[in-house]
Nanobody, 121 residues
Framework: QAQLVESGGGLVQAGGSLRLSCAAS????????MGWYRQAPGKQRELVAA???????TYADSVKDRFTISRENVKKSVYLQMNSLKPEDTAVYYC???????????????WGQGTQVTVSS
């Protein structure tokens, strides 16, 4: 079984920066894609950014040129550097992973517990 644990959320003023981290642990053999979703109050969960094992990245249009996703495969970790934050970035940010366990089970949607990011104006 796999666990994802996020850290790094908090309160920041508009224009500021935060760095989110997510570490996977458990009986994992391969992590194909890792990424971040977010959910603001009253809104659907949306993809923020994702990165494949090989380093190919995808970003939501709303965060391009402000957020950078990266990963360290050896550490089974993914990071989200968020710059030029705006009040509309306020949300709970969830780490996710598409992975395979050591017994060969593919788990396409493993989620962390979420971390709150609040951007004040």
């Amino acid at each position: 079984q796999a666990q994802l644990v996020e850290s790094g959320g908090g309160l920041v003023q508009a224009g500021g920066s935060l760095r989110l981290s997510c570490a996977a642990s458990g009986s994992i053999s391969t992590i194909y894609t890792m990424g971040w979703y977010r959910q603001a109050p009253g809104k659907q969960r949306e993809l923020v950014a994702a990165i494949t094992w090989g380093g190919t990245t995808t970003y939501a249009d709303s965060v391009k040129d402000r957020f950078t996703i990266s990963r360290e495969n050896v550490k089974k970790s993914v990071y989200l550097q968020m710059n030029s934050l705006k009040p509309e970035d306020t949300a709970v940010y969830y780490c996710y992973a598409d992975l395979r366990t050591q017994v060969g089970i593919r788990m396409r949607d493993s989620w962390g517990q979420g971390t709150q990011v609040t951007v004040s104006s």
